[in-house]
C-alpha cells in the first residue's frame, strides 16, 4: 500500500518501536536472571501477572494489526453483517466464564504449564495429550505464519518499499526472538503494554481524523445507500447462519488459544484474572467496535472501491488524513508503528506458547522426561526459532487472502475445546472417546475447510465440533465410569509434572 | 449453600440468561427485505443488536463480580517468593 507518510518517518517509528522493545527485554533480563531455569519462571512469568499487565497481554495476544486492517476492510466490503466482530470477541470473555475460573484453581494446585498439562493430568493418555499438542502447535504454527506475513506487509507499505518486505519481517523477527530468549513470559507481556496502548491511540486518532475530515455515520449511511445499500440490510438466510456461527466458532475456538490459556495461568491471583476479564468484556467496543466504524465511515472517502483496493483502504484514509496537518501526521505514523508493534504482540505470545508445548509437552515429557527445566526450556527456545524459520520460507510466498488462514486455524483448534472445557466438569468422560472425538472432528473440519464445503452454510470448524461432541459424549456415555476422574479431588498424582515441584 | 464458594458454572440461571441473550444477538427477529431504517445513518436492526451487545458485556461483568468468588486456599504468588 501507499502511504502519504511513508518512508523516513517510517522507518524512525520503526526503530522507536524496535528499540524500546528490546529495552523492555533487556530490563526484564537484568530483574529477573532466574527465570531461565524454571518453566512456571520463563512460560508464565512466575505466575505473577497484575490486572493491567494481565489485562494488556490478554488484550495484545487478541487483538493483532489485523484486527484494524483486515476488519475495516472487510466491514468496508461486507458493511453492517460484519459487525459480528464486536460480540464475537465478548462470546470469548463468556466461554471464559465457562471454564477459567476452576481450571485457574487446578492450575495452581497442580502446577499446569500449558493446557496439554491439563489434558494430561485429566485424561491420562497419550494420544489424548499428543493430537492436542500436534492440533495446537498446527494452529499456532499458522497463526505465527500469518503475523510474519502481515508484519512484512506493513512494514513495506509504512516504508513504502524503502524497507523491503523480507528486511522488515527479519528485522522484528530477530527483536521479538531477543527479547522472547531474554524474559519469557514477562518480556512478552510487558512490551504487550507497550503495543497495546500504541495500538489503542493510533486506532482513535484514526477514528477522529475520519469523521472530522471525511463525515460521520450519517453520511456514510447516505453514501451506502447509494453505493451498496445490500449493505445495510439484516443478514438473512445463509448470512443469518454465517453470523451464529461466528459468534459460536471464534467464541469457543479463541477462547481454547493455547496463549490465551496460559494467561490464564500466569495471573498474580483471582482478583487479577476476574478484574481483566471484566475489562476485556468492554474492549471489544473500542477496538472490534472503533475498527467497524472506521471501515463504514471509509464510504464517505472512497464509495466505490474494488475488492482488491478495499484490502488497502486503511492505508488511503491515514494517507489522506496525514495530509492534513502536522498532529494527523505524527498520528498516523505512530497508528502504523502500532499496527506492526501490534502484529508482534501477538506474534510473540504464540511464539512463547509454540516453544512451551514442545518443551512440556513433547520433549518434557515424551522425549527426555529426566531433563532439567532450563534444558528444556532451551529445546523449546531452539526449537521455536526452527519453526520462525521454517514459517519465514513460507511467509515469502504468502497466500493470497489472510482471512481464510484465520478461519482455517481457529476450526481446527477449536476440536480441542471440549476436551478442555468439558474435561473439567463430567468425570464420565472417556479418554478413548475423547480422542476419537477430537481425531474425528479435526479431520472432519479439514477435509470441509480443504474442499471448500460448506453445507447448509455452516463453518466446517462448527460441523467438526459437532462430529467431535457426539463422538464424545456418545462414547462417554457408552464406555465412561460415572465414577471416573475428579481432578478437583486432592488425589490426584501427577507425575509429570512432579519436576516442576522441585523449585 | 451459603459456605459454598460461587463459581459462574454452577448457577443454572446465569446461563438461561446467557442463552436468553445469545438468541437475541442473532438477527434473525427483523423483518427481511425491504428499504433497512435508519437512525442517523445506522440501520435501526444494528443499533438493536449493539443494545444486546451491551447487554452480554453487562451480564459478563455482573456475573465475574457477583458470582466468582475467590478461593482462599490457594496462595498468593507474589507473597510467596
Given amino acids: 500500500m501507499e502511504l502519504a507518510f511513508s518512508g523516513m518517518s517510517g522507518i524512525l517509528i520503526m526503530l522507536f518501536y524496535g528499540i524500546t522493545m528490546l529495552a523492555i527485554g533487556v530490563t526484564t533480563f537484568l530483574r529477573n536472571k532466574k527465570i531461565h531455569g524454571s518453566l512456571d519462571e520463563y512460560y508464565l512469568g512466575g505466575r505473577s501477572l497484575g490486572t493491567l499487565v494481565l489485562f494488556f497481554t490478554f488484550f495484545a495476544t487478541q487483538y493483532s494489526g489485523n484486527t484494524v486492517i483486515g476488519y475495516s476492510a472487510e466491514a468496508y466490503r461486507v458493511g453492517y453483517a460484519n459487525l459480528v466482530t464486536v460480540p464475537f470477541f465478548i462470546m470469548i470473555v463468556l466461554v471464559y466464564l465457562l471454564y477459567a475460573p476452576r481450571l485457574y484453581k487446578i492450575s495452581r494446585k497442580h502446577n499446569i504449564v500449558t493446557p496439554v498439562d491439563w489434558l494430561q493430568l485429566r485424561f491420562k493418555s497419550k494420544a489424548v495429550s499428543i493430537l492436542g499438542a500436534v492440533i495446537m502447535l498446527y494452529a499456532l504454527g499458522n497463526f505465527l505464519l500469518e503475523q510474519l506475513i502481515a508484519i512484512g506487509q506493513g512494514v513495506a507499505g509504512l516504508t513504502d518499499g524503502t524497507v523491503p518486505y523480507q528486511v522488515g519481517v527479519i528485522f522484528f523477527i530477530t527483536i521479538m526472538i531477543i527479547y522472547g530468549w531474554l524474559g519469557g513470559m514477562r518480556s512478552v507481556a510487558y ?121 488497502q ?81 513460507i511467509a515469502w510466498n504468502p497466500p493470497a ?102 523449585h | 449453600m451459603q459456605r459454598e464458594k460461587r463459581e459462574p458454572v454452577r448457577n443454572y440461571k446465569i446461563w438461561i440468561v446467557f442463552g436468553i441473550i445469545f438468541i437475541l444477538l442473532n438477527p434473525w427477529y427483523f423483518p427481511a427485505g425491504g428499504d433497512p431504517v435508519l437512525i442517523y445513518g445506522v440501520p435501526l436492526w444494528a443499533l438493536v443488536i449493539m443494545g444486546v451487545t451491551v447487554l452480554l458485556s453487562l451480564h459478563i461483568t455482573y456475573v465475574i463480580k457477583y458470582h466468582w468468588d475467590e478461593s482462599d486456599e490457594v496462595p498468593d504468588r507474589e507473597e510467596d517468593k
Wanted: charged content about 10%; cysteine-free.
Fill in chain 1, 191 to 311: 512490551t504487550d503494554t507497550m503495543q497495546g496502548i500504541a495500538l489503542l491511540v493510533g486506532v482513535f486518532m484514526l477514528l477522529i481524523g475520519t469523521i472530522l475530515y471525511f463525515g460521520g455515520l450519517p453520511e456514510a449511511g447516505d453514501y451506502i445507500r447509494t453505493y451498496s445499500p445490500e449493505n445495510l440490510g439484516v443478514p438473512e438466510g445463509v448470512g443469518l447462519v454465517t453470523w451464529s456461527n461466528f459468534l459460536l466458532l471464534v467464541g469457543f475456538g479463541a477462547a481454547v488459544y493455547p496463549n490465551a490459556i496460559q494467561r490464564i495461568f500466569s495471573a498474580k491471583n483471582e482478583r487479577a484474572l476476574k478484574k481483566s476479564l471484566t475489562q476485556m468484556a468492554w474492549m471489544p467496543f473500542l477496538t472490534a467496535g472503533v475498527v467497524f466504524i472506521i471501515g463504514i465511515l471509509a464510504y464517505t472517502a472512497f464509495p466505490d472501491l474494488s475488492v482488491a483496493e478495499s484490502e
Fill in chain 1, 313 to 393: 483502504v486503511v492505508g488511503m484514509m491515514a494517507s489522506v488524513i496525514a495530509n492534513e496537518n502536522i498532529i494527523f501526521y505524527v498520528a498516523m505514523v505512530l497508528l502504523f508503528g502500532g499496527i506492526i508493534a501490534a502484529i508482534v504482540s501477538t506474534a510473540d505470545s504464540v511464539l512463547l506458547t509454540f516453544s512451551s508445548i514442545i518443551s512440556k509437552d513433547l520433549y518434557g515429557r515424551y522425549i527426555n522426561p529426566g531433563a532439567s527445566d532450563s534444558r528444556k526450556i532451551m529445546v523449546g527456545k531452539i526449537l521455536g526459532v526452527a519453526a520462525v524459520a521454517f514459517l519465514l520460507v
Fill in chain 1, 401 to 502: 487472502t489472510l482471512y481464510q488462514v484465520f478461519v482455517l486455524k481457529l476450526e481446527i483448534l477449536v476440536q480441542v475445546a471440549p476436551a478442555i472445557i468439558l474435561g473439567i466438569y463430567w468425570q464420565r468422560s472417556h479418554a478413548k472417546s475423547v480422542f476419537a472425538g477430537m481425531l474425528a472432528g479435526t479431520l472432519l473440519a479439514a477435509f470441509f475447510t480443504f474442499t471448500g464445503m460448506k453445507p447448509l452454510g455452516i463453518f466446517s470448524g462448527i460441523w467438526g465440533l459437532m462430529l467431535n461432541l457426539a463422538i464424545y459424549t456418545g462414547g462417554s456415555l457408552v464406555f465412561g465410569d460415572a465414577a471416573g476422574e475428579n481432578v478437583e479431588a486432592d488425589t490426584v498424582e501427577v507425575s509429570p509434572i512432579q519436576s516442576l515441584q522441585d
